[in-house]
């Protein structure tokens, strides 16, 4: 990739192809300080108000600066490597590679909570093993006051949901959730029902006094592909068919339609939602419903299969951090007379780590 300059005009090429850069996309780069606040970056001049016809008057290409005057009289220097940057499209989490994982999985990349956490090199390290695995655990977290929620809001910001700012997970009287039972959870993906499905999930572990409840986890991207390659007509109607996700309790009703395997505009993944206790299948043919009845029981013999299931014991101090679109995730049962179990839980957005990777990358250089 370069810049090059003919006739007053900027050009871009990439792999033998050359094409001309506006002058206005130039031109709504003009950095001086009369035109970007230096604090917040921001833009102090609205590009809707220029001239359309904007031209340039002179040019000058240096080894890493592009030096423009534009016939409004304005005179910029542009660095080479951002107006490259633009055009490569650099996105730090989208160039992190998943790791498909099964049962294998060994090494969990833990990380200690410690002083002035979320502002240091770990973090970041954390982060990139939340993106790679779709999960990172961190111990020694503390456990009083609900300090999931000063845990969550120092990475971004909590999403809210009619469960509350943050829940408890504990075995309760008249529960509205079978989360909230000592039954065993079949893995499965939180809050299908909602639109937009919250991103990421925690778990914090307050206290696990009990013999069995341990958490499990499966990688819903590795077990999609396994379905993709060997059963390719059950992946395919499993990424077409929208089913009706439900939630009612006393004081809502939620429901959102959706493929269980949803793919991007590339056919990529990008999501899998998983409930056998929420989901209704329209009302299709028979044969695309025999077909789909199928593809379901395929898909959640593999979630459900010791091969790609990891399973686990949390313990008081450990946070789990997952990746809602991509993990699902469950418990084994347990018996809660034999002491207390609890966790907390809590739901943040994407942007979220996403920020707060970016950030903790500018800050020490890497
Ligand atoms: C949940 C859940 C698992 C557990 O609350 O969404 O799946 O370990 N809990 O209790
Ligand atoms: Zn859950």
New binding site residues.
């Given amino acids: 990739m370069k810049i090059e300059l003919k006739d007053k005009k900027v050009f871009f090429e990439n792999q033998g192809l050359r094409k001309e850069i506006h002058p206005f996309w130039l031109r709504e780069r003009v950095n001086g300080d009369n035109f970007v606040d230096k604090k917040t970056q921001q833009r102090l001049f609205d590009p809707t108000d220029l001239e359309e016809n904007i031209k340039i008057d002179n040019i000058n290409l240096s080894k890493e600066i592009l030096e423009v005057t534009f016939n409004d009289g304005t005179y910029t220097k542009l660095t080479i490597q951002n107006i490259l940057k633009e055009f490569s499209n650099i996105n730090e989490v989208k160039y992190i590679d998943k790791v498909e994982w099964d049962s294998s999985l060994k090494d969990f990349n833990n990380f200690d909570f410690k002083d002035n956490f979320f502002e240091d090199q770990e973090m970041y390290k954390a982060l990139v093993n939340f993106y790679k695995y779709g999960f990172v655990i961190f111990k020694k977290v503390p456990i009083k006051n609900n300090f999931i929620v000063n845990f969550a809001n120092s990475i971004g910001s909590i999403r809210r949901t009619n469960f509350g700012e943050f ?1 408890d ?1 504990k075995s309760k009287p008249n529960p509205n ?1 079978l ?2 039972t000592s039954l065993p ?1 079949a893995p ?1 993906t ?1 809050n299908p029902y909602r639109n937009p499905v919250p991103c990421i ?1 925690m ?1 914090h572990c307050i206290e696990n006094k009990v013999s069995g ?1 341990f ?2 986890l499966v990688d819903g991207y590795t077990v999609t592909q396994k379905l993709k390659k060997d059963f390719p007509k059950y992946y395919k109607i499993l990424t077409e068919i929208k089913v009706r996700f439900q939630f009612v309790d006393q004081s809502i009703v939620l429901e959102d339609w959706a493929e269980m395997i949803q793919l991007d505009e590339n056919g990529a993944f990008k999501q899998v939602r998983f409930s056998p206790r929420l989901d209704f299948v329209p009302l299709i043919d028979k044969e695309k419903l025999e077909l789909y009845y199928s593809a379901r029981k395929k898909i959640s013999q593999l979630y459900n299969s010791d091969k790609f299931r990891i399973e686990f014991k ?1 313990s008081s101090g450990d946070l789990l951090m997952m990746d809602n679109y991509r993990l699902l ?3 084994t049962t347990y018996d809660a007379n034999e002491g207390n ?1 609890f ?1 907390q ?1 809590c739901y943040i957005d994407y942007d979220s780590t996403e920020g707060k990777l970016k950030h903790l990358k500018r800050k020490f250089n890497l």
Avoid: P
């Fill in positions: 829940f997970v959730d989360a909230y959870l499965h939180d999930q778990l409840g958490s499990t949390l995730h469950g418990r179990r966790l839980g």
